[in-house]
């Protein structure tokens, strides 16, 4: 008989049957342990990947606040913030919000006489006259 086929039927030593895909001896404490240590390092690996992200991060705000003050530009909170302060500021006394700008072309009396104007060119001569009054 081959030397594979007595360990596997019992026949060799004890740890063979275990290196051949035999039955381990479970221990519910060691797979505890080995969980929790699994779970440690996972929770360990993830803190280096965020202090990893962080430090990346705040080295790209150094760089962009670096540019900011070359070409004098404000960071993006502050302005908005500047503007929404304007706003307020502007609406102080008033118990409605502040009116947007019309766009062009929204109600505008000389576009709509212009329209008029080019209408009567086309409108026969009593026509005209009639909506002229």
């Known amino acids: 008989m081959n ?53 990346m991060e705040a080295e790209r705000e150094s760089i962009r606040q670096g540019i900011r003050d070359k070409y004098g530009i404000k960071k993006r909170e502050v302005a908005e913030a500047e503007e929404q302060a304007a706003m307020e500021q502007a609406s102080e006394g008033s118990l409605t919000r502040p009116k947007k700008a019309v766009p062009s072309g929204c109600g505008d009396d000389d576009e709509e006489e212009n329209i008029m104007d080019r209408m009567m060119k086309y409108l026969p001569g009593p026509l005209q006259d009639m909506l002229k009054k």
Do not use: S
């Open 3 to 55: 030397f594979l086929m007595k360990a596997a039927l019992g026949g060799g030593p004890p740890d063979v049957g275990k290196m051949l895909g035999g039955e381990e001896d479970k221990d519910p404490e060691a797979e505890k342990e080995k969980e929790e240590e699994r779970q440690e390092a996972l929770r360990q690996e993830e803190d280096e990947r965020k202090a990893k992200h962080a430090k």
